[in-house]
């Protein structure tokens, strides 16, 4: 039997994250190969992993990040099963790390194939689900370009945002910042009127014609009130019309405006956990 040694076990447990006992027992396991051992851990993860696969994964973090140029903006939630998980430094580590790899990237899958310290982000993921013995996943990966974009990281790191404005100036940053963490706190679903869905303008006008009738409308009226209804919504849910959440007086595109005369919101993304 290979003798193995503290040194090894601490060099495992710095290569993969795993516990002591776990690290030991592989590495007696593989007769002191490292890499064999490894590759046990690994599989350990890959029985976890088909073990929790109908498991909930809604826990975990997001992250935003943007490249040098502020030009490219990525957000990816790292997802677990629990939220004691989610708090602990190395699994928020671990997230901050991918993020920096999907900057790289273009799609998912590009981020799932792409090389962390040796190995695929796929196989990486597999091993932490045997360190941590959780179900982990990527749950979101979104990207957005725009001649600026600037992002926000609510506290707790359950929502993060990422907004595109449309050209580089002396009060971008800022703007780019307020709207984003606009994004964070309302919620809203799409930039304007014409990004809105039709099949939500429908709904909306469907459940605006039940509201009529229930409170008495004369019917003739109906479609007037319903469309003073619909602007309501609007305004309460595209981010440019929306009141600004550190000044609801104005709505969102008044402050850009006010902040640059010619910037205009293009785009934001938003992922929420929890």
Known sequence: MAKITAADVNKLRKSTGAGMMDCKNALVEAEGDFDEAVAIL???????????????????VAIAKVNDEHTKGIIVSLNCETDFVAKNDGFIKLAEQLAELALEVDSLEELMKADFEG????????????????????????????????????????????????????????????????????NPIALDEEGVPQDIIDKELEYANEQNKKEGKPEHLWEQISKGRLKRFFKDNTLINQEYIKDSKITVG????????DVKVT???????G
Do not use: C, W
């Open 42 to 60: 690994r599989k350990k993860g890959q029985q976890i992993a088909a073990k929790r696969a109908d498991r909930e994964s809604s826990e975990g």
């Open 119 to 186: 190995i695929t982000v796929e196989e990486k993921l597999l091993e932490q689900t045997g360190v941590i013995g959780e179900k982990i996943e990527i749950g979101a990966f979104e990207i957005l370009e725009a001649p600026y974009v600037g992002h926000y990281i609510h506290a707790g790191n359950k929502i993060a945002t990422l907004t595109g404005v449309s050209e580089k100036g002396e009060n971008t940053e800022e703007i780019a910042k307020d709207v984003a963490m606009q994004v964070a706190a309302m």
């Open 254 to 261: 008044k402050h850009v405006q006010k902040l640059g005369d």
């Open 267 to 273: 785009g934001f993304k938003r992922v929420e956990l």
